[in-house]
């Protein structure tokens, strides 16, 4: 599923497995992944060490990730 986030950003949602969890990634305008190091997790610049895919998140890391994604799409 792929959800709009405004400002060009979108938020890729797919199952993870089949034990009711999902994957994350924002993708920007031209479709390419944003590290999570920039959105969801609480870093000051961009790691290699962190992916661009959240992965095995439960209802209550989604919500988490949506709001942060949000946020990143609106510049804040």
Known sequence: M???LGNGYTLSIVPDGDVGLVEVALLDDLND????????????KASDF?????????SDQLIIALVKAKAYAKGE
Do not use: G
């Open 2 to 4: 792929k959800l709009d």
């Open 33 to 44: 992944f944003v590290n999570t190091s920039l959105w969801f997790y609480d870093v000051t």
């Open 50 to 58: 962190y992916d661009d895919v959240v992965r095995h998140m439960n």
